[in-house]
């Protein structure tokens, strides 16, 4: 994974927990097929609780507050505005639940649990 939007070094598992909201949320195949790649690829990140989900939680709430900070700007264009607005709507028509969480982790689980 390369993350150029925060550019930085993260707990690796906070990545993934990322990368699985943004690729595989609703659809637990999905998420249990690229978890599954990651892992065999040797990634060292390991999704186990919703506590690794609060890197992407924070990062939502920063997008959709910096959105709504330059939204409200007098001085912004018309285009810049329904941008930002198309950033705010992507957070509250997609959220990221309690419910989506144990979507995702129970999908990993899936994975990990005997045939």
Known sequence: MIDW???GL???SQELACLLFEFAR???ARAHTLHGAYVGAGGPGRVRSRGDFTMA???L???TEISC????????????RDHQAARVRE???DPL???VIDSLLDALAARTRPA
Do not use: M, S
């Not at 900070?69 to 810049?80: I, M, S, T, V």
């Open 5 to 7: 939007d925060n550019c």
């Open 10 to 12: 993260a707990d690796p």
């Open 26 to 28: 609703g659809d637990p």
């Open 57 to 59: 939680i924070a990062q």
């Open 61 to 63: 709430g920063h997008i």
């Open 69 to 80: 900070r330059a939204w409200l700007d007098p001085k912004l264009d018309a285009g810049e």
């Open 91 to 93: 957070v509250v028509d």
């Open 97 to 99: 639940t309690r419910d």
